[in-house]
Nanobody, 121 residues
């Protein structure tokens, strides 16, 4: 089984910064894309940022220039550095990973349990 464990959420004032981390553990061959999604109260879950195994990235327009996604393949960990936070960034942030169980398997999608980020005025 593969587990994704997130950390780094919390309460911060507008304009502040937080860094989220997500570590993958368990039995697998490799991890392809990793990403961060978020879900605000009453809204659908949306993609925030994704990063490929070779560090190609993409971001939702609302966070471009403020958030930075990165990964450490040796540690099977993805990070989300969030700067210049705004109240509208308040949400539960979920880690996502596409995992290969073996070199010839299909990829499987896994989710973390979520970490709450609250940005106050």
């Amino acid at each position: 089984q593969v587990q994704l464990v997130e950390s780094g959420g919390g309460l911060v004032q507008a304009g502040g910064s937080l860094r989220l981390s997500c570590a993958a553990s368990g039995a697998f061959f490799a991890i392809n894309d990793m990403g961060w999604y978020r879900q605000a109260p009453g809204k659908q879950r949306e993609l925030v940022a994704r990063i490929s195994r070779v560090a190609s990235t993409n971001y939702v327009d609302s966070v471009k220039g403020r958030f930075t996604i990165s990964r450490d393949n040796a540690k099977n960990t993805v990070y989300l550095q969030m700067d210049s936070l705004k109240p509208e960034d308040t949400a539960v942030y979920y880690c996502n990973a596409l995992v290969l169980k073996s070199w010839q398997s299909s990829q499987f999608e896994y989710w973390g349990q979520g970490t709450l980020v609250t940005v106050s005025e």
